[in-house]
């Protein structure tokens, strides 16, 4: 008994240590394992992560007066309690209206990680891609002029800019963007996944090891690959179309191309595909096999990738909810009955 104990502990380790290079071979990268090393990664060379600027981005991030209903913050739709999303197929904003193309709201967590930004791939990077739904009608609906507004009428903010970049900062939108940015930065959730790939053969089950490697030779890899499992622009409907397409306008970029979402902590972002439109991570698993690779994947096949992706299930940084300081009397005033 003892024996065949051991000798199944050997097995899975011997299968961990060739399956982490086979892992590697297929463009699978884990997150460093040292603060160092990830801080290089992660950090804007143009606009450095420090403490007082993650501390500001959160509040910012929390803000529901940098909306022109005053109510809507981009937590609302990118919930750090809920996966970084709201769990709708077609993202609400301002006047209770879903995206004009039926878009569901991707997770923040990890998208730092993406050479694209959005479903189309149309925003190289996070600073960028943060002054997009802070203007756009149907999100937070605020022009540029108001959310400078707001900030530079609470005095609190104020200090906290000049702390952030100095006396002399210019407290304008994009300034208010990058800030979000640098903490969105911070938004990155290791798993045991990464340990395994980090040289922790036994981090990883043998199950979740049997998942992985199915994932690997199925052909996931080809486009679910990097540090996110996603983050490339890539074909859409390789083998057949996709059987949502109609739901909403969205055709992927000028080309055609989508941008693969990430995979870490999949299982809190249902429904899923880009219209939202797949209930469950199972039926998501075999519509992209039939879809992408031409392949009908049975159900254990199913099962087992299902077992590996659950291991991406990362742990998130812990959050403390900000407190925001008070309106003043020139903060700009919602107009309820006129919005
Ligand atoms: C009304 C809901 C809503 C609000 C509010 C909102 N977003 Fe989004 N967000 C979306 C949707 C929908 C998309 C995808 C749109 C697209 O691809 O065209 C998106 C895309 C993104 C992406 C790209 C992620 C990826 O996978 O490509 C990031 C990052 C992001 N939003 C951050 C923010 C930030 C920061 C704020 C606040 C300033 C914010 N969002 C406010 C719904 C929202
Ligand atoms: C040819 C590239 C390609 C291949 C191969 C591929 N995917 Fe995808 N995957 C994508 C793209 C692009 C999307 C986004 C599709 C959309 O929503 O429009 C996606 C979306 C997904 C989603 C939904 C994620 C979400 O948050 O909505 C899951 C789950 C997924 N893929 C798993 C897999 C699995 C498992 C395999 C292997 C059986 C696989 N993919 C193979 C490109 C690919």
């Known amino acids: 008994m003892k024996a065949l104990v051991i000798s199944a502990i050997v097995a899975t380790t011997v299968m961990g240590a060739s399956l982490i290079d086979e892992a590697k071979s297929a463009g699978l990268k884990p997150i460093p394992s040292s603060a160092k090393a990830l801080e290089k990664l992660t950090s804007n060379l143009k606009n450095p992560t420090t403490a007082a600027k993650v501390e500001l981005g ?35 904003g301002h006047k209770w209206t879903s995206n004009p193309h039926g878009l569901s709201s991707p997770t923040v967590y990890n998208a730092v990680f993406y050479s694209q930004q959005f479903w189309d791939g149309r925003s190289p990077h996070l600073e960028d891609q943060a002054q997009g739904p802070i203007q756009a009608g149907p999100e937070m609906a605020a022009p540029k002029a108001f959310v400078e507004g707001v900030v530079n009428s609470i005095p609190e903010y104020v200090t906290l800019f000049k702390k952030a970049y100095g006396k002399d900062v210019k407290i304008d939108f994009a300034k208010v963007a990058d800030t979000i940015a640098v903490f969105e930065r911070t ?32 052909g996931c890899t080809t486009c679910h690959n990097d540090i996110a499992l996603g983050g490339t622009m890539q074909a859409f409907g390789v083998a057949a179309p996709y059987k949502h397409m109609n739901v909403g306008d ?18 809190q972002s249902a429904p899923y595909f880009h219209n939202g439109q797949i209930a469950t991570l199972n039926e998501a698993i075999k519509e992209m096999g039939r879809i992408q690779l031409g392949v009908d994947l049975n159900d254990q096949e199913t099962a087992e990738i299902h077992t590996f992706l659950k291991s991406l299930e990362g742990k998130k940084p812990s959050i403390i909810y900000p407190m925001l300081p008070a309106s003043t009397a020139t903060t700009p005033k919602v107009d309820v009955h006129n919005n």
């Open 58 to 92: 959160k509040m910012l991030y929390f803000e529901p007066r940098l909306s022109k209903s005053g109510l809507i913050s981009c937590n609302t739709c990118h919930n750090l309690a809920t996966g970084g999303t709201d769990g709708m197929a077609s993202a609400i």
């Open 250 to 267: 969205f055709k992927g970029d000028a080309n055609g191309m989508v941008r693969v979402p990430t995979l870490r902590n999949v299982t």
């Open 187 to 218: 938004l990155v959730t290791p798993s045991r996944y990464d340990d395994f790939l980090n040289g922790k053969k036994n981090a990883l089950s043998k199950e979740e090891q049997k998942g992985l490697k199915t994932f690997i030779t199925k």
